[in-house]
């Protein structure tokens, strides 16, 4: 394995930690602020709404070396951490957050171009799946060490860990990763020239309809686990390393097979069988064993689904590539973001848990949709 994909996926566990974290340790932040969880909440959207706005903003960063852009992205992440780990307040905390947010999209499409150019030829798939290994280890080990320190010290270490493990990333990226030819500067409207086309949109619509429907039952799995699968509330951090154990082997496989049965074929199949999985939830979710098996296919899933969509968005946004590929990112908080709102709706009706799995396959299904017609009309016709 190349030294310059492990620095890269050095940066996206940082940025999977920074982002991930903010679910376990929200009562503890909420406590010592002084706020009541509700409003702790916003500080997980304050991070969203930091990738949505940072990722367009590759545009202005176009004419810079992509090796230099990664290293001032790292050093936002730095920042945005430690400025989290020493806040003393709810209003900076937010501001904290938002700062964190900043660079994540912009990071992954810029990683996700180095990566690709980086790859022996036919692994582009299987590089970017490499890059993002670092998100999936963050949620196998990371989340929970994060909630373990704050459970057992203080919530502002984990961010300090955070920040710190961000002078790793830059080193790393220095001394692995070579100089890569700059992108073409197709000036500031050629950067969204690619736009024109349906097939970006048709990729965002399934990134975004797709994890938005997965997150309107994982957003919740803490309470289904517990509530109605029966587990010990004691066993929830076993369970959830075996969910992200389910990431990594998604990621891991879908990179290969992307690379050797093309990328949009590999993403419309998971896409699929994650809405099959999703209706299956809600009607066995009451058999602990079967439950569990659930869910590591679902999160299997979930990250199956990033390098194919990754590596497509790359291709079909000639001329705004950055943009293209930080669409991505953007697409996967904004669908985080409706699912958790969307699989809330049968909560508050009174319903169980496992109706939140039934709110979601129809997105996963309209996710499917999309990348069938995208797979028909683009990836079909270029292979002819």
Sequence with gaps: MKKSLIALAFGTLGLGIAEFVMMGILPAVASDLGINIATAGHLISAYALGVCVGAPGLVLARKYPLKKILLVLVGVVMAGNLFAAAAPGYWTMMVARFISGLPHGAYFGVGSIVA??????????????????????????????????????????????????????????????????????TGFRGQFLFLKSAAPWLLIGATMLGNGGIFCWYSYISPLLTQVSVFSPHSITSLMVLAGLGMVIGNLVSGRLSDRYMPGKVAAFTQGSACVVLLLIFFLARIPWASVLLMCLCTACLFALSSPQQILLIRYSKGGEMLGAAGVQVAFNLGNAIGAYC??????????????????????????????????????????
């Design 116 to 185: 690709d150019r980086l790859a022996d030829k036919g692994k582009g798939s299987e590089a970017v799946s490499i890059m993002v290994a670092g998100m999936t280890v963050a949620n196998l080990f990371g989340v929970p060490l994060g909630t373990s320190l704050s459970t057992l010290f203080t919530w502002r270490l984990t961010f300090l860990l955070v920040g710190c493990w961000g002078l790793v990333v830059l080193f790393s990226i220095w001394r692995w990763v070579p100089q890569v030819e700059n992108l073409p500067d």
């Design 343 to 384: 699989g809330g709706l049968p909560l508050e009706a009174g319903l169980e848990y496992n109706y939140t799995a039934l709110v979601g396959a129809p997105f996963a299904l309209a996710g499917f949709v999309l990348l069938y017609v995208f797979r028909r009309k683009y990836e079909r016709a270029a292979v002819r």
